[in-house]
T-cell receptor, first 116, second 113 residues
């Protein structure tokens, strides 16, 4: 049973390009969460999605960032017109339901985005 | 304001010693979780303690929770070099139950062989 799969592991983009980060949740999980981690810091919540729905995007920057979790396929975090400040590690977590009360979350290994 | 602030920021001990990390938070919670992160890797869930629990054990880990002080501690007993990692506490707040975790800045633990 594969865990949460994220790809690519490393992504280098020039300023102004688009970055697409993919997350395949664990089998049977329908809830996906995206977090961002700046160097030497903790994770910051970005967005919470269920299949075909954005439930909570209060942590997403207002511009350039978007996320989706289609009926089929992985969840995508998209960053348009990247800037150097977008350089960070982006982590995805999944769960079968809202289970923050009962158990922890399963995280992927992350995508490390470097903007040059 | 930042929830889930850990201290110390960095801790260096010898193999076999115990390591204690503390976490403070600011709002009412459903539970508090501890995660471990090896350098350049993802987070691994260690232990979850509910708001109505005061202490929990898992192997060499012992977690305490004091909701009156809004604080938690993680104790790793008989540490090993392989325990070297960053440790984060994360809170599941009542007002956003299940939709997100709020992480602290982490404690970097180094266990010297």
């Amino acid at each position: 049973n594969a865990g949460v799969m994220q790809n690519p592991r490393h992504l280098v983009r020039r300023r102004g390009q688009e970055a697409r980060l993919r997350c395949s949740p664990m089998k049977g999980h329908s809830h996906v969460y995206w977090y961002r981690q700046l160097p030497e810091e903790g994770l910051k919540f970005m967005v919470y999605l269920q299949k075909e729905n954005i439930i909570d995007e209060s942590g997403m920057p207002k511009e350039r960032f978007s996320a989706e979790f289609p009926k089929e396929g992985p969840s995508i975090l998209r960053i348009q017109q990247v800037v150097r400040g977008d350089s960070a590690a982006y982590f995805c977590a999944s769960s079968p339901a809202i289970q923050g009360v009962t158990r922890g979350y399963t995280f992927g290994s992350g995508t490390r985005l470097t903007v040059v | 304001s930042q929830q889930g602030e850990e201290d110390p920021q960095a801790l260096s001990i010898q193999e076999g010693e115990n390591a204690t990390m503390n976490c403070s938070y600011k709002t009412s919670i459903n539970n508090l979780q501890w995660y471990r992160q090896n350098s350049g890797r993802g987070l691994v869930h260690l232990i979850l303690i509910r708001s109505n629990e005061r202490e929990k054990h898992s192997g060499r880990l012992r977690v305490t929770l004091d909701t009156s002080k809004k604080s938690s501690s993680l104790l790793i007993t008989a540490s090993r070099a392989a325990d070297t990692a960053s440790y984060f506490c994360a809170t599941d707040a009542r007002e956003t139950s299940g939709s997100r975790l709020t992480f602290g800045e982490g404690t970097q633990l180094t266990v010297n062989p």
